[in-house]
């Protein structure tokens, strides 16, 4: 199956700076890419869809302005969180859809904003 | 609004029981259907995928599929400590590339 890197694990910052996480799809090129993020003790929650060479399709609620998605390539998407609050502190987490109804996660960062 | 539903937890369950973990959801026309195991802090890994209706089987694992029904199961045989985590359910629509949708999940201890 496919490998999907994602980094950084874990990232501390300061309220008002921005955080780019990366997810790197390693061996698969991977046209569709998905967001999550995961409070505790909660389940995973759809943010948006990335799409290779177009815009992400936001889920209701999601603001688009603040979490920035770029897809620039077959290999990479990146979720920026921009003037980052500690109400956005969670764990964000991708997944690359391989076709076939098959999806591989990445690691998952833990996003902590003081 | 696409919703999946699990049974609530904490399930708890002796070493060596069956578990069985239940899921519905509300769109008829979802296709494909996972279940996913979380440890705390980490992310989701893949259990079993299923696609048709009826059983199927992989080592301890055993997913059914109703679709008529709109509902799927993952029993566990023979539960480790280590089956210890929380059980995501996942839905996903017509096409290969949809969007996967996840239950609420369902915690789950194996007591030895």
């Known amino acids: 199956g496919a490998v999907v890197s994602q980094h950084p694990s874990r990232v501390i910052c300061k309220s008002g700076t921005s955080v780019k996480i990366e997810c790197r799809s390693l061996?698969?090129?991977?046209?569709?890419m998905f967001w999550y993020r995961q409070f505790p003790k909660k389940s995973l929650m759809l943010m948006a869809t990335?799409?290779?060479?177009?815009?992400?399709?936001?889920e209701q609620g999601v603001e688009k302005d603040k979490f920035l998605i770029n897809h620039a390539s077959l290999t990479l998407s990146t979720l920026t969180v921009t003037s980052a609050h500690p109400e956005d502190s969670s764990f964000y987490i991708c997944?690359?859809?391989?076709?076939?109804?098959?999806?591989?996660f990445g690691s998952g960062t833990r996003l902590t904003v003081v | 609004q696409k919703e999946v539903e699990q049974n609530s937890g904490p399930l708890s369950v002796p070493e060596g029981a069956i578990a069985s973990l239940n899921c519905t959801y509300s769109?008829?026309?979802?296709?494909?259907f996972f279940w996913y195991r979380q440890y705390s802090g980490k992310s989701p890994e893949l259990i079993m995928s299923?696609?048709?209706?009826g059983d199927k089987e992989d080592g301890r694992f055993t997913a059914q599929l109703n679709k008529a029904s709109q509902y799927v199961s993952l029993l566990i045989r023979d539960s480790q400590p280590s089956d210890s985590a929380t059980y995501l359910c996942?839905?996903?629509?017509?096409?290969?590339?949809?969007?996967?949708?996840f239950g609420p999940g369902t915690s789950l201890s194996v007591i030895p």
């Open positions: 997944s690359v859809a391989r076709g076939g109804g098959g999806y591989t």
């Open positions: 061996d698969f090129q991977a046209t569709t």
């Open positions: 990335s799409n290779e060479g177009s815009k992400a399709t936001y």
């Open positions: 769109d008829r026309g979802s296709q494909s």
């Open positions: 299923i696609y048709s209706n």
């Open positions: 996942a839905v996903t629509g017509e096409t290969s590339y949809d969007k996967v949708i």
